[in-house]
Each structure stands twice: as structure tokens, then as C-alpha cells.
């Protein structure tokens, strides 16, 4: 049996968005889109991972698995809600009209279509994927309603008149748009209303609606939002929103943000969690395979599960407390962390002044936080090597999660999170720290 701590990666192979992330029956599920067959994109599956304490992740292999028609070339992504004590998952199911002959599991020119799925679990383990799959949106016809090849991502929540669903699309793949639909059992949909936004780039994929005490927050995933010649157009935003539950009627408050300025985050997902915290995660992308002795070659992993909190009319982005809880033994002045693990730095970084963590050079620039991984990724002109938030006003805290292949910066509680992907660590630090903190964990 596979346990993560700290982040969630791929068992081997390929993995990228989180799926049916939900607090069920006292533990927390989190499916994720995965491809069984080598460490790129290709027909996905759902594949499964447990956890207590959002720390410890216990993987139990492939829940969903292309079994019908209409889902014969990918389950895509999609949500969970618990009703009367069973899980419902909610997905996209993707049927090829032609495939790469060269590689069956894509496209060929992006001919296929979708259609809207789910399938009902008695205790959220099991998963007949012959008896209990049911198509609830077909593909739609009707252009003006939502697009036949790229709508997608059902976010499913409950509310107390009913279920709400939340789905990414576009017009014609020039303007990304969000549509919802309603239920009142969460097995019959109809359509209520979409929104049209040039924040939502020219398709707009997984999309989530929530609320933060009183204020609705949007958050989804856009692409062809920057256009710099680099890889990964796509970018996740979020923003403050207004919505009207009866017409379904969603206004985007201001002009939305990244939630990562990193720019290596994508396709959140939230949900509450145990606590009635609304918690995100997310997949982080990763240019190439890490390989390490005697395991299967894996690419993708999830960044640490975020708090989401709206203060003084920002969204802001927190370590989860569980990772307080775990990050929890400080180390002694002058005593270097274990690079095979995950470990916690905290420091006040001055204007000029550079913390270098293994070769990732961290420094304040005219008040931003700038992250530099040129040392510790591979290079390339197609790869975005630097990154930095938007300047910070005041002292500048530092909450930095670094572990072997992902660091999170998290700048003066939450205002701004830059997170990058990193290849080859090396065993040091240099600058002024105030604390590092490990794991929990005996072995
Ligand atoms: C986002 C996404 C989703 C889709 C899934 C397919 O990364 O493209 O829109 O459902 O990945 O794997």
C-alpha cells in the first residue's frame, strides 16, 4: 500500500486534477484524473486516495474506468456530494469520434463530444462501473446552451432548495463560459442560467462557486489566459462574485486573480472540510517524469490543501491547520532539515534580501516575492523559470512548505501563494531563517 505524506503524487505514471474531493464517513476522499499507462495525458480514469488528516494519504488504485458508450475514451473530471448517506460522483464522460490512430488514447483534431455522468456509491469504496453509471446531461446540441465537444467538470453542491451544478464551457472555442443547472434530487437536471466573462480565457475548465461566510467566491480554470509563448496558457483565477440562488444569475466582483502565482497551479477544487473549513486543492503540473530508484516513473502531484478566507475583500489562501498540527517539531538554531521529506521554513524577508533553499532562490523585488527555479528545473525557453507576486505593502512573513519536488510560498498569511514545481534540491539553506519545523512522523 502507497502512503503520501504532505502531497499527494501520482502512484507512478500520469495524474492531474483533483476529483470528488469530499469529507465522507470521517475520512477524507480525494479521486484524482489519472492514466494508468506511462507519465503523459491519455484515456482518464479515476483514480482513488484516503486520508484522516488531509496529511497522510493512503492510495487504493482506479475507482472509475471508461465502461460505457459515452465514457468509453476518458471519466473525466468532476465532484462529489453525499446524499442519504451515499456518495454521489459527478464526471464528464468523453466518447471519441475519432482517435489518434498512432495513439488511441487522444483525440484526433479534437473530434469528440461529452456528456454529463454519475455514478452512486453505497459506502464510498465501492464502484460498480456497469451497474450504477447514469448519463444525466447527453450531449447538447444547442449551441447557445453550451458547446457538444467542450463543456465540462461538474461541481456539484447541495443547498436547501435543491442541487446545484456548475460546469465549465465555451462559445465556438473563442469565449469561455460557466453554465449551471438545477436539481432537485440530484439525478434530473435542468438548465438555469450560464455567464460569460473574457476572465474565463477561451474555454473554461473546472469551475467551482462556494461561499466564504456571507460572500460568494468563483474559482476556476481558464485557458489561453496569458499569452506569453510559453508552455501552460492556463492559469487558475478566482474571484469575489455575487449570485442570485433562484435565477442562478453569477456577476464576477472586480477583475479576478491567480490563485497561485506560481503559475504551475491548476484545476482546483474545494470543499468543506471536517471543520466546515472551505478548503481547496489543486493539481500542480510538472514539464517531466520524476524518476527515482525502483519506482515506476510518476508525473503530476496535489498542492497542500488550502483554507480559503476572505479578508478585507481578498481572497487568501492558508496553509490547512492540519499542516500546523503536523509541522509541529522545530528545529534546533543552525540544524539543517532532512531533504528526503517535507519540511517547513518560516522567515522575514527584507527588500534585496535572498533566501536560497537548495538552489530555489527566493527574494524581495520592489515588494514582490519572486521565486527562481532556474537551478532546480530544466531549463528551456518553453518553461516559465521565474515568477512573482504582486508587491506587498510592510514587513514580508514568509510560510515556505518545501518538499523534494514542489515549494509553497505562502506570503504574510495567505495574501498571495507561489507555489513551483522543482527538480534536484540540493541539502541547503542560505539566509536568515526564523524557524524550520519537520513532520510529525517517527520513521
Ligand atoms: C483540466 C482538464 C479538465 C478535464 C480533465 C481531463 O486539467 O482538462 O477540464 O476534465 O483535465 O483530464
Known sequence: MIIDKVHLRAPGNWMNDPNGFIYYRGEYHLFYQYF????????????????????????????????????????????????????????????????????????????????QAMIVSED????????????????????????????????????????????????????GRVLFYKSKDGVQ????????????????????????????????????????????????????????????ALKFQGEPEYMDWGLDLYASQTNLDREGNRVMIAWIRMPKPVEEPGKTPWRGMMCLPRVIEVKEGQICFLPHPEADRYFSKKLKEQEMPDFSRAFRVKAVLKEQETLDIGGYK??????????????????????????????????????????????????????????????????????NVEDIFTGTDKD
Open 124 to 175: 464510498g469504496f465501492t464502484f460498480d462501473n456497469w451497474k450504477d453509471k447514469k448519463k444525466i446531461l447527453p450531449v447538447c446540441t444547442r449551441e447557445e446552451e453550451a458547446d457538444a465537444v467542450h463543456t465540462r467538470d461538474p461541481k456539484v453542491w447541495k443547498d436547501c432548495d435543491g442541487y446545484y451544478m456548475i460546469l465549465g464551457s465555451t462559445v465556438k472555442s473563442e469565449q
Open 362 to 431: 527566493i527574494t524581495l523585488e520592489n515588494g514582490c516575492v519572486k521565486g527562481d527555479r532556474s537551478q532546480v528545473f530544466p531549463q528551456g525557453k518553453e518553461h516559465r523559470l521565474t515568477a512573482k507576486t504582486p508587491a506587498v505593502k510592510g514587513d514580508c512573513h514568509l510560510d515556505i512548505f518545501v518538499d523534494k519536488d514542489l515549494i509553497e510560498i505562502f506570503v504574510n498569511q495567505g495574501k498571495y501563494v507561489l507555489s513551483h514545481a522543482v527538480y534536484g534540491l540540493q541539502p541547503y539553506i542560505k539566509g
Open 36 to 115: 494508468p499507462y506511462g507519465p503523459v495525458w491519455g484515456t482518464t480514469h479515476w483514480a482513488h486516495a484516503v486520508s484522516k488528516d488531509l496529511i497522510h494519504w493512503k492510495h487504493l488504485g482506479i475507482a472509475l474506468f471508461p465502461s460505457k458508450d459515452y465514457d468509453r475514451n476518458g471519466v473525466f473530471s468532476g465532484s462529489a456530494v453525499e446524499v442519504d448517506g451515499r456518495l454521489y460522483l459527478y464526471y464528464s464522460a468523453v466518447k471519441y469520434l475519432e482517435a489518434d490512430p498512432e495513439n488511441i488514447h487522444i483525440p484526433l483534431d479534437n473530434r469528440f463530444e461529452t456528456s
Open 189 to 248: 437536471w435542468e438548465y438555469a442560467s450560464q455567464y460569460r466573462h473574457p476572465a474565463c480565457g477561451n474555454i473554461l475548465e473546472c469551475p467551482d462557486l462556494f461561499q466564504v461566510g456571507d460572500q460568494w467566491v468563483f474559482t476556476g480554470s481558464p485557458m489561453g489566459v496569458i499569452r506569453d509563448g510559453k508552455n501552460y496558457a492556463e492559469q487558475a483565477v478566482c474571484s469575489l462574485a455575487e449570485f442570485q440562488k433562484d435565477t442562478c
